[in-house]
């Protein structure tokens, strides 16, 4: 300690008494030393009081001081700069696949919707000289079922001796024209939905709308628990009540419990304690 203070004294005496004739490598020195203490402490203001000051000077000289500044300036053009990004997510980073067919030993596709539909081609001609009404057959692509069975399916319905074929003095006859009186669609929920607007089928049911009869493909693959298992009953109900509609025919209640449900009835809402029934010529009692 006194060693270091009578040194210091010394050293401020003899630099006063001898400053003229210090060389000019000397003076340099000095100053450089004073400039690079004061950068340190202006750059590292917070740890002066808890670091001696020679350690500051140490790791002053290890790092270059005109690296140290940026760390102190830098974050500004950062927070002026990250407006400009947010645009740039509002973009999918890449298109939403379009699923239109479903991977081998994937389930049955009823639900996926790619919004194209195709007409079945091919014609099923009316029998006798009754009037004609044409009607064509329109699968939504993508969907699960054999276009070529379900125009079948739906021929042999509307020509069945129990259908409207023996209520109305009509002859039903399938076409792929574009000119026809009726359309028959099966088309996912998705689609059917946006097809029977404005009425409101939930992605649940079926409708006619105009001269468009749409079939659900849900309730075409999977009919309705009120049916027990019976499918091809309630595909034979689906048809017969939606055309029906087009027929003229407005909606029916159950009014006898067990008999068999009005063709018109909602029955895929439920039977109201009928029993399911796909025909106009069957009824109650
Ligand atoms: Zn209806």
């Known amino acids: ?5 009578t040194g210091q004294r010394a050293g401020l005496s003899a630099r006063g008494r001898h400053s003229r004739r210090k060389s000019h490598r000397m003076q340099w020195f000095s100053v450089t030393a004073l400039a690079v203490l004061g950068t340190v402490m202006v750059v590292h203001p917070d740890v002066t009081g808890r670091r ?4 500051e000077v140490v790791a002053g000289a290890g790092t270059p001081v005109a690296q140290q500044e940026p760390v102190v300036v830098v974050p500004t053009p950062v927070v002026v700069t990250t407006p400009t990004p947010s645009v740039h997510l509002t973009t999918p980073l890449r298109p ?10 994937a389930k049955p596709n009823v639900t996926v919707s790619s919004g194209k539909l195709s007409v079945v081609p091919g014609s099923d001609k009316a029998s006798g000289v ?47 024209a574009a000119d026809v009186d009726l359309r028959i ?39 309705v628990p009120a049916y027990g298992g019976d499918v091809a009953l309630y595909r034979n109900y689906l048809v017969n ?20 449900a009005p063709v018109m009835m909602q029955q895929t809402k439920g039977l109201g304690g009928c029993r399911p029934n796909a025909w106009p010529t069957i009824k109650a009692t």
């Open 1 to 5: 300690m006194t060693t270091g203070r």
């Open 52 to 55: 001696s000051l020679a350690a």
């Open 96 to 105: 939403a696949p379009t699923l239109t067919r479903q991977p081998k030993g």
């Open 130 to 176: 009754r009037d004609r009404l044409t009607y064509r057959v329109e699968i939504e692509q993508g969907l699960s079922v054999n276009p070529v069975a379900v125009a079948a399916s739906i021929h042999k319905t509307l020509t069945d001796a129990r259908g409207w074929e023996a209520v109305h003095p009509v002859s039903f006859e399938r076409t792929d």
């Open 185 to 223: 669609i099966v088309a996912t929920p998705t689609l059917t939905d946006k097809l029977c607007l404005p009425l409101d089928t939930g992605g649940e049911v079926s409708c006619r709308v105009e001269d468009r009869v749409v079939l659900n493909a849900k309730r075409w693959m999977y009919a």
């Open 241 to 260: 009540h939606e055309v029906g509609h087009a027929l003229g025919h407005g909606h029916s209640t159950c009014a006898q419990p067990k008999a068999p």
